[in-house]
Nanobody, 124 residues
Framework: QVQLVESGGGLVQAGGSLRLSCAAS????????MGWFRQAPGKEREFVSS????????YNVDSVKGRFTISRDNAKNTLYLQMNSLKPEDTAVYYC?????????????????WGQGTQVTVSS
């Protein structure tokens, strides 16, 4: 069992930055591919970014490439998402996700554990 707790969301102006964190319980954090999804009001949950178990490989969707950076610290059981140059269309609830399946292009059905989500609001 893995519990995920996100933090770091908030309100920011367009062009600003936020850093999300996801603290994981348990001693098996490094066994999971980790990722971030987001869900805007009235829309489906969408995949944003992921990182391999060792942290050596990452994957970002086109809409966030060059702006978002995912990282992890396996010693601290923590996942991060550094978000720069934020846009109003980045406004959503951001969810941390953990998956045992070894694919970086995560889909909701492949996720084993979800966090509760943290709200990110970008004003224009």
């Amino acid at each position: 069992q893995v519990q995920l707790v996100e933090s770091g969301g908030g309100l920011v102006q367009a062009g600003g930055s936020l850093r999300l964190s996801c603290a994981a319980s348990g001693r098996t954090f490094s066994s999971y591919v980790m990722g971030w999804f987001r869900q805007a009001p009235g829309k489906e949950r969408e995949f944003v970014s992921s990182i391999s178990r060792s942290g050596g490989n990452t994957y970002n969707v086109d809409s966030v490439k060059g702006r978002f950076t995912i990282s992890r610290d396996n010693a601290k059981n923590t996942l991060y998402l550094q978000m720069n140059s934020l846009k109003p269309e980045d406004t959503a609830v951001y969810y941390c996700a953990a998956a045992l399946i070894l694919q970086l292009r995560m889909v909701p059905n492949s996720v084993d554990y979800w966090g509760q989500g943290t709200q990110v609001t970008v004003s224009s």
